[in-house]
């Protein structure tokens, strides 16, 4: 049943465009030249005449040429210019025979060959190439140039420069990435050639292309091609493929057309044509892709996709995604999905002075988990539990320290389904400022001139954790807003001291405006209602610090390889002060005190009107302390081994930002000391291998309780004022986590890898190919690079938390790669492997490549668990893909150039 329905996918998806391949022949009645490289076809100056209803020209081609004869100004409308080896002529001199490294030259108009020769009486020129007496080949072909158009290459041609009329044989024609060659053309007139036999592709190989369109018959205009009927020829095979007419591309410009579709099964939905489309290209600076995949069991999911971009001024992409998948028995409902994402950027120097920018992604919660296959079944995707977006705008004034920042956010929870929204944020800001210090200021400055004053003012309009269901709705939009303005004035000042450390000291105020208020209250002894206030209130608080720092340096002599060890140490104490704003004082704090009624006690509550408030209210409990961290980094100098090229000393980092914090708070009555946290990283073999690391230590004791809860016994640690060493324990182990990477190819271990050509490469290409290199360079990760044999990528993350009574730990490994079996063919592969329970991830997948030049094939597989499924891709590659022997990767997705 499953194969009959395989089966049935196939024969519609080609019946759509099939078409019985027809008027398949050899090229004209003229003997082809002895030439193995090329199916060549050498003409005679016996050929049809150039007034012959047959007579043929490639597009582009000559136009205008004279001979070398005299003619009156009217003939000729510019100098016939000629170059040879030598030069012979008939009896009557009315033929003019070039031979050897001909050229003729008329206007913008030029034209090389072995041979050419100038018939007067007959008003043609006729051109072709000459066998090589020691291969055998067919050499030095007729090329024609017409101003800055693209050369045109044939084995012969013949040309009326009366009738400017023609033939050529086997022409092989490129224009931005489009190729024709093959057949016979001939030109009618000034703007229009007609075409048999030849073959459109963008394979670049002019002797075999691998894949084309052949044009049974066309015309050729200036802009397009028409064709009739027409069939896909794929390794010299004919396809029982056709169109009965077609359109093709002759401009710089994109142009529409269909996305064929990839194939597959996929465990729950059946078999599956995926990614069939149409691709349309608006203009010069936009294009729009609508690819859609049906499932057998009545599944759909559709997809659309704007990019945008003025080079000068900006670039972006929209895309709007629907999906309805039938997972439950036949007659359930479908589960649908929806989800937009937006990219935009603004080029910096196209307004300077303003900013513009645009990420959002919106949509279900179940959006990726039903429709894996939109982000190509990407890990990271398919685990995310957040959505979030973002659209800002931004402008300074030139000249002055002010800035302003108006942003609009979206942070959507996906386990929850709750939603966050800022609607919207602004900020304006005035950059630290010296009001002290003078511009015209030659001499050093003074203690008071290094005080430094800034400002900073944030309003905001924000709904939080609201239910997706409830976002739109009226309570949410006029009961649910939050909004405030908050100003920030910092004071600073920083100054040397005895030359070796540095001392600095700051006073931060800080002002909260508020349009409603809460209120508390009591309706019953057991029900406490909190209303909200409306009306403006103001709170304002202010801390101050000090701090002082220093640099401390070690230094150990050694012998052998490692010359030196060296130790910098820079400890940081610190003391910060803000009063108590909790207590009754202040008219903003309230207290509550409910009425007894039996079964319920009396039960005071104390209060701050502004707790709900979207910025908080002023801070709880008297805080004065000492902050201290010690920051240390250890480094190793070598020296030269003495041999090869390694004659130079040479730095290594052993360890980089090893850093201990923590704080104790005199004010506090109980638990003064913070917990100790420390961080670190550093890198090995040459900064290939990167490490991180982190962690928390609690410096006081704990106690372990139990306790017994609906029949159930419940043990919990309970903290005790008293630090861990004074009972002869080391502070305990918190938290700790490690990540540690390392990508590894072939090229790693060469002592120069192969550069990507960008910088002069970039001048010769069009605007499109110049895209698409520069996409390529920034997101190398995304394609498969044939030039490297193999390539792994390995992650490693290690989770520790300790909660005294129950311990979690994750230990996770992630795996990538590719690995090349031959020249041409590729295995990818990409896992996630949780060590501690043995398992491999559902997303595991593989991945077979086949790097066919012009176009590839993959096969990819995900063997096991919830997404099993395979899918089989055949895709023609872009000139660029083909130049530098990549291949775009099956599992991974960008928004820009995909599909054109």
């Given at each position: ?39 060549g ?6 050929s049809?005449?150039?007034n ?9 081609s ?9 003619k ?113 053309a ?31 018959w ?63 290209g ?23 996709t704007?990019?945008y ?26 589960k ?15 307004r ?9 992604n ?20 398919l ?25 609009l ?33 030659v ?36 009961k ?12 600073g ?21 508020y349009?409603?208020?809460?209120r ?36 150990l ?42 079964p ?42 003495g ?11 052993l ?32 900064g ?40 002869g ?71 520790y ?19 090349s079996?031959?020249?041409n ?28 030049h ?47």
């Amino acid at each position: 049943m499953k194969f009959t329905r395989l089966l049935f996918l196939i024969v519609v998806s080609l019946l759509v465009n099939w078409f019985t391949a027809a008027g398949q022949g050899n090229v004209g009645g003229n003997k082809p030249v002895a030439d193995t490289s090329r199916r060549g076809i050498l003409i005679t100056p016996n050929s049809p005449k150039g007034n012959d209803s047959l007579a043929i020209l490639p597009i582009n081609s000559v136009t205008g040429v004279g001979d070398t004869t005299k003619k009156s100004k009217s003939q000729l409308d510019a100098e016939l210019k000629t170059l040879s080896d030598s030069t012979s002529y008939s009896d009557d001199m009315q033929t003019v025979y070039y031979h050897g490294n001909a050229r003729i030259s008329y206007g913008d108009f030029q034209l090389d060959a072995d041979y050419i020769e100038v018939n007067k009486n007959t008003k043609t020129i006729f051109a072709r190439g000459s066998i090589d007496p020691k291969t055998k080949r067919y050499v030095k072909r007729p090329i024609s140039k017409q101003g800055s158009e693209s050369p045109i290459t044939t084995d012969s041609l013949t040309y009326n420069y009366e009738t400017k009329k023609g033939f050529v044989w086997n022409p092989f024609s490129e224009q931005e990435g489009n190729y024709l060659s093959g057949g016979k053309a001939k030109k009618l007139n000034d703007t229009e050639t007609a075409l048999k036999d030849q073959m459109f592709s963008t394979c670049d190989k002019p002797d075999h292309p691998h894949f084309g369109i052949v044009i049974t018959w066309g015309i050729v205009e200036k802009k397009r091609i028409i064709s009739g009927p027409a069939y896909l020829k794929i390794e010299g095979i004919p396809i029982p493929i056709g169109i009965p007419f077609g359109f093709f591309p002759k401009m710089n410009s994109r142009t529409s057309g269909v996305i064929l579709p990839t194939f597959g099964e996929d465990q729950r939905l059946g078999f599956f044509l995926r990614n069939f489309g149409y691709y349309l290209g608006l203009s010069d600076y936009a294009d729009l892709t609508t690819m859609g995949t049906y499932f057998s069991n009545g599944s759909f999911e559709i997809n659309s996709t704007l990019n945008y971009r003025d080079r000068y001024k900006y670039s972006g992409n929209l895309s709007l995604s629907y999906g309805a998948h039938n997972y439950g028995l036949q007659g359930d409902p479908a589960k649908k999905d929806f989800n937009i994402t937006w990219s935009h950027s603004k080029n910096a120097n196209s307004r300077p002075g303003t900013t513009f920018s645009a990420s959002v992604n919106a949509g279900t919660s179940t959006f990726y988990q039903n429709n894996a296959a939109t982000s190509n079944f990407n890990l990271q995707a398919l685990t995310q539990n957040n959505f979030r977006s973002s659209i800002a705008y931004g402008k300074n004034w030139a000249g002055t320290p002010f800035n302003l920042t108006v942003s609009l956010s979206h942070s959507q929870d996906l386990t929850k389904k709750t939603v966050t929204m800022d609607l919207p944020t602004l900020n304006f800001s005035m950059a630290t400022i010296s009001p002290f210090d003078s511009k015209t200021r030659v001499n050093a400055q003074k203690w008071y001139q290094r005080i430094t004053v800034g400002y900073n003012l944030s309003a905001t309009n924000k709904v939080i954790n609201v239910p997706e269901s409830e976002l739109f709705t009226q309570k949410t939009l006029t009961k649910r807003m939050q909004n405030g303005v908050q100003h920030q004035i910092p004071v600073g000042m920083n100054l040397n001291v005895l030359n070796y450390f540095q001392f600095n000291t700051s006073l931060n105020y800080l002002e909260r405006w508020y349009f409603q208020t809460i209120r508390k209250r009591y309706a019953r002894a057991d029900s406490l209602v909190i209303d909200t206030v409306p009306g403006f209130q103001r709170v304002g608080e202010y801390s101050m610090g000090a701090g002082v720092s220093t640099k401390i340096y070690s230094l150990l002599q050694l012998n052998g390889r490692v010359k030196a060890i060296r130790h910098v140490m820079t400890p940081n104490i610190s003391f910060s002060y803000r009063p108590d704003y909790s207590s009754l004082d202040h008219s903003y704090n309230r207290a509550i005190v409910s009425s007894a009624t039996i079964p319920y006690p009396v039960v005071s509550q104390r209060y701050s009107i502004f707790e709900r408030g979207i910025f908080g209210g002023p801070g709880g409990g008297r805080q004065a302390g000492l902050g201290f961290t010690l920051e240390n980094n250890l480094e190793a100098k070598l020296r030269p081994k003495g041999s090869g090229t390694d004659t130079a000393e040479r730095k290594i980092q052993l360890l980089q930002g090893l850093t201990f914090s923590t704080f104790y708070n005199f004010a506090a009555d109980s638990f003064k000391l913070s917990p100790i946290s420390f961080s670190g990283h550093t890198s090995l073999f040459k900064g290939k291998l990167a490490i991180n690391f982190g962690g928390v230590l609690n410096p006081y004791s704990t106690q372990v309780r139990d306790t017994i809860a609906n029949g159930q016994l419940i043990r919990y640690a309970r903290a005790i004022n008293r630090y861990s060493w004074q009972d002869g324990r080391f502070p305990m182990l918190v938290s700790f986590n490690v990540s540690t990477s390392i990508s590894l190819n072939s090229s790693a271990f060469k002592k120069q890898q192969r550069p990507v050509p960008v910088g002069s490469t970039l001048q010769n290409m069009d605007p499109e190919q110049a895209a698409r290199l520069s996409l390529i360079n920034g997101d190398p990760a995304a394609y498969i690079d044939f030039n490297i044999p193999w390539n792994v990528n390995l992650s490693y993350n290690f989770n520790y938390s300790n909660q005294v009574v129950n311990t979690q730990v994750t230990n996770t490994l992630m795996v990538n790669g590719d690995l090349s079996i031959t020249k041409n063919w590729k295995i990818q592969y990409n896992t996630n492997l949780d060590i501690r329970a043995l398992k491999v991830s559902s997303a595991t997948s593989f991945a077979i490549y086949r790097n066919l030049h012009c176009w590839s094939l993959s096969v990819q597989w995900l063997p096991f668990g919830f997404y099993k499924s395979y899918n089989v891709t055949l895709r023609v590659n872009a000139n660029i893909l083909q130049d530098l022997k990549l291949s775009k990767r099956s599992d991974y997705t960008a928004n820009q150039f995909n599909n054109r």
